[in-house]
């Protein structure tokens, strides 16, 4: 993989590279790069499909990282790429005229994350959370347990129990 990210080097910006191991490494892009790295990625290194599009809240540094997998079948290679956004106004170009796939991966991350890909087919539609006008609930300082106790009713008899001593009481009863 480092030859790979050792070549894109001479044609591209390109930040840190991680070799995850012999068959999948990871580039941090710009996001200005980001096209134009993974248009040569498709069209001349092999790299054909787009495994998957996610995101990461590293709210302790104000941004988000939206990681881009691709695959090159051939070769049995996937590389992913990193693209650092600012958290304060999460806005990344969309890539659905490259892999038409990644529409459906940036309606999920618009809703669970708040990143916009404006003109991205549907973006803008409700995908999995139907009506939800709160903070998007992906993000780190959406507050789950708040968001519980507000929207559910509580429920006289209910036990929490920690989970590593309810399993070993149930896995080994006669040991407890």
């Known amino acids: 993989m480092r030859e790979l990210y050792e070549k894109l080097k001479t044609r591209f910006p390109l930040g840190e590279f991680t070799d995850q191991r012999d068959n999948l490494g990871f580039i941090t892009v710009d996001k200005d790069q980001l096209r134009p ?18 995101a990461v809240d590293w709210i302790e540094e104000d941004r988000f990282q939206l990681t881009y997998l691709l695959s090159n079948r051939t070769r049995s290679v996937d590389v992913g790429l990193r ?76 036990v929490t129990h920690d989970p590593a001593e309810y399993m070993k009481k149930q896995l080994y009863p006669d040991e407890v």
């Open 83 to 158: 693209v650092m956004l600012d958290r304060g106004e999460p806005v990344m170009e969309t890539i659905h005229d490259i892999w038409p796939t990644a529409a459906t991966y940036q309606c999920e991350l618009r809703e669970m994350f708040g990143i916009d890909f404006p003109d991205s087919p549907g973006v803008m539609d409700d995908f999995i959370l139907e009506g939800w006008d709160d903070l998007p609930p992906y993000r780190r300082d959406f507050d789950t347990k708040k968001y519980s106790d507000e929207t559910y009713a509580h429920r006289e008899g209910r």
């Open 37 to 54: 790295v993974l248009y040569h990625l498709r069209d001349h290194e092999g790299f054909s499909h787009l495994v998957l599009l996610t």
